[in-house]
């Protein structure tokens, strides 16, 4: 048993990274060892510690959940947190919406145990506390299947369950190695910050939670340098380091290139307002006050069209009945980027395009053009669907965002199975090796869906939780 000494707690922080339980252990055996303390690693310490099983958490981090965009980001659910289907959605739908916009270079097993398990997730987080509205957003997600928490994020939910399901956190100490001692994966070696060694075991294995390496640029430039030069938006703990480990130790992996960019606001600010959330109520802008893509295309063809732009400015434009449509959390960050510098107010269009260096007449004749195509159910410019042309922009006050494409994600990592088990160069299972989150890198093929990388990290970061000690 694993005995602990508390030092200190941090106070929990809604709406962003969550503070932690520091202990010194005397022992360091338990049942399972989680490598990673993001949502995926929440997810499976919960879901391992509520059969039972005693759960030790490594995250080489301060705190839990630090790459976490938003804690109260949207879910991908074919089905409502009441069971509803989502606008006619259903899991056949979030299945082929998924594949097919990932260029059907998922693994269809994997991709089903995700979508399949997805509302059954959602609900499970209701039972733990959390709230979320009934109405969902179309977010790039190609149907109206993402939900908004209204309240408790889902670190803060989830770190407050695995403490009292008895968890216990391990922070500020790197993996530097996993071994085998039997037949199974169950060691996990880590180094302090002092340099210190230290040896963990898991009787019955070890979960990679551990990230991607959206944050290590030098990774990104040997594996897809086409996006070398961008920024990007990850916390510096994604590089990727316990997925090279695995490698190592003999794990397949997948779709290294593959790359996942969004827009964000230049600079490395730490609440970064946005006005993309809901496909239905922005369009995209550039230096000169005309669309340039459709704001529903897929993200791959977004960075596209992005690039094509060069260096000129690019802009999400809104009005005011949008924003105060989106979380408070969103607009609190959007107030912020004024004093950054990055998100403009303008009283009227003419307004805000002065603060924006754009001839009024254009802005003007660019927003009346796409309110005729939300009038008429037509996009005649870029093809936005008709389902996401539902809202003119049309209340003042307008706001803009600067925004950059930046990493968001990397999409290729860890080979699994529809049991979360990490394979092998050949195909087999790795007694006692599990795999969640954005560590695994054949859930979405060459894009994710808005909403499926959250929904998908918790959903199978829960699977391996429950499929950790299963013969």
Same mark, same amino acid.
């Given at each position: 048993?694993?005995?602990?000494t508390?030092i200190?707690?941090?106070? /929990?922080?809604?709406?962003?990274?969550?503070?932690?339980?520091?202990?010194?252990s005397k022992?360091?055996?338990?049942d399972? =060892?989680?490598?990673?303390?993001?949502y995926?690693g929440?997810?499976a310490?919960v879901?391992?510690?509520k059969?039972?099983?005693?759960?030790?958490?490594?995250?080489?981090?301060?705190?839990?959940?630090?790459?976490?965009?938003?804690?109260?980001?949207?879910?991908?659910?074919?089905?409502?947190?009441?069971?509803?289907?989502?606008?006619?959605d259903?899991?056949?739908?979030?299945?082929?919406?998924?594949?097919?916009?990932?260029?059907r270079?998922?693994?269809?097993?994997?991709?089903?145990?995700?979508?399949?398990?997805?509302?059954?997730t959602?609900?499970?987080?209701?039972?733990?506390?959390?709230?979320?509205?009934? $109405?969902? +957003?179309?977010? @790039?997600s /190609?149907?109206?299947?993402?939900?908004?928490?209204?309240? @408790?994020?889902?670190?803060?939910?989830?770190?407050?369950?695995?403490i009292?399901?008895?968890?216990y956190?391990?922070?500020?100490?790197?993996?530097i190695?996993?071994?085998?001692?039997?037949?199974r994966?169950?060691?996990?070696?880590?180094?302090?910050?002092?340099?210190?060694?230290?040896?963990?075991?898991g009787?019955?294995? +070890?979960i %990679?939670?551990?990230?991607? &390496?959206?944050?290590?640029?030098s990774?990104i430039?040997?594996?897809?340098p086409?996006?070398?030069?961008l920024?990007?938006?990850?916390?510096?703990?994604?590089?990727g380091?316990?997925?090279?480990?695995?490698?190592e130790?003999?794990?397949a992996?997948?779709? !290294?290139?593959?790359?996942?960019c969004?827009?964000r606001?230049?600079?490395?600010f730490?609440?970064?307002?946005?006005? #993309?959330?809901?496909?239905?109520r922005?369009?995209?802008?550039?230096?000169?006050?005309?669309? &340039?893509?459709?704001?529903?295309?897929?993200?791959?063809?977004?960075?596209e069209?992005?690039?094509?732009?060069g260096?000129?400015p690019?802009?999400?434009?809104?009005?005011? !009945?949008?924003?105060?449509?989106?979380?408070l959390? +969103?607009?609190k960050?959007?107030?912020?980027g =004024?004093? #950054?510098?990055?998100?403009?107010?303008?009283k009227?269009?003419?307004?805000?395009?002065?603060? !924006?260096?754009?001839p009024?007449?254009? /802005?003007?004749?660019?927003?009346e053009?796409?309110?005729?195509?939300?009038?008429?159910?037509?996009?005649?410019? &870029?093809?936005?669907?008709?389902?996401?042309? %539902?809202h003119? =922009?049309? #209340?003042g006050?307008?706001?803009a965002?600067?925004?950059?494409?930046? +990493?968001?994600?990397?999409?290729g990592?860890?080979?699994?199975?529809?049991?979360?088990r990490?394979?092998?160069?050949a195909?087999h299972? =790795?007694?006692?090796?599990?795999?969640?989150?954005?560590i695994?890198?054949?859930? #979405?093929?060459?894009?994710r869906?808005?909403?499926n990388?959250?929904?998908?990290?918790? $959903?199978?970061g829960?699977?391996?939780?429950?499929?950790?000690?299963?013969?």
């Amino acid at each position: 048993m694993i005995r602990r000494t508390l030092i200190g707690m941090a106070t /929990l922080v809604v709406g962003g990274s969550v503070g932690a339980f520091w202990f010194k252990s005397k022992e360091t055996v338990s049942d399972v =060892i989680v490598v990673g303390g993001g949502y995926a690693g929440l997810a499976a310490a919960v879901s391992a510690a509520k059969k039972g099983l005693k759960v030790v958490v490594i995250e080489k981090r301060a705190r839990v959940g630090l790459n976490t965009h938003s804690d109260r980001g949207l879910f991908a659910s074919s089905k409502s947190p009441s069971g509803e289907p989502s606008f006619g959605d259903s899991v056949e739908n979030h299945f082929r919406q998924s594949y097919d916009s990932g260029g059907r270079l998922a693994d269809p097993a994997v991709l089903q145990a995700f979508v399949s398990r997805a509302p059954e997730t959602l609900a499970w987080l209701g039972n733990l506390g959390m709230s979320f509205d009934k $109405t969902a +957003i179309n977010s @790039n997600s /190609l149907w109206r299947r993402c939900y908004q928490p209204l309240q @408790n994020g889902y670190v803060e939910t989830l770190y407050r369950e695995a403490i009292r399901l008895g968890v216990y956190f391990v922070f500020n100490e790197k993996v530097i190695d996993i071994q085998r001692t039997s037949n199974r994966m169950d060691v996990v070696i880590t180094s302090t910050d002092r340099g210190n060694k230290k040896e963990y075991k898991g009787r019955y294995g +070890i979960i %990679l939670c551990a990230g991607g &390496f959206g944050a290590n640029l030098s990774l990104i430039k040997r594996f897809s340098p086409k996006y070398e030069q961008l920024e990007s938006d990850n916390e510096q703990g994604s590089s990727g380091e316990v997925l090279l480990l695995a490698k190592e130790k003999g794990a397949a992996l997948c779709g !290294l290139d593959r790359i996942l960019c969004l827009p964000r606001p230049p600079g490395n600010f730490k609440s970064q307002g946005y006005l #993309h959330l809901n496909v239905s109520r922005f369009i995209f802008i550039n230096s000169q006050g005309k669309r &340039f893509v459709s704001e529903d295309a897929l993200r791959p063809a977004i960075t596209e069209a992005f690039f094509r732009e060069g260096n000129n400015p690019v802009y999400e434009l809104a009005d005011d !009945l949008a924003v105060k449509n989106y979380q408070l959390d +969103i607009q609190k960050d959007l107030w912020r980027g =004024i004093e #950054h510098g990055t998100v403009f107010k303008g009283k009227n269009l003419a307004d805000l395009a002065s603060k !924006l260096s754009i001839p009024p007449d254009l /802005l003007v004749d660019t927003v009346e053009r796409y309110n005729s195509f939300v009038e008429n159910k037509k996009d005649l410019d &870029f093809g936005k669907s008709s389902l996401n042309l %539902l809202h003119k =922009i049309a #209340h003042g006050p307008f706001w803009a965002v600067r925004v950059n494409m930046k +990493i968001h994600e990397s999409l290729g990592g860890l080979v699994i199975d529809e049991r979360c088990r990490v394979l092998d160069e050949a195909n087999h299972p =790795i007694l006692g090796l599990y795999g969640a989150g954005s560590i695994v890198g054949n859930v #979405h093929g060459n894009n994710r869906l808005g909403g499926n990388g959250l929904s998908s990290s918790i $959903t199978l970061g829960r699977l391996a939780g429950q499929e950790v000690g299963r013969i």
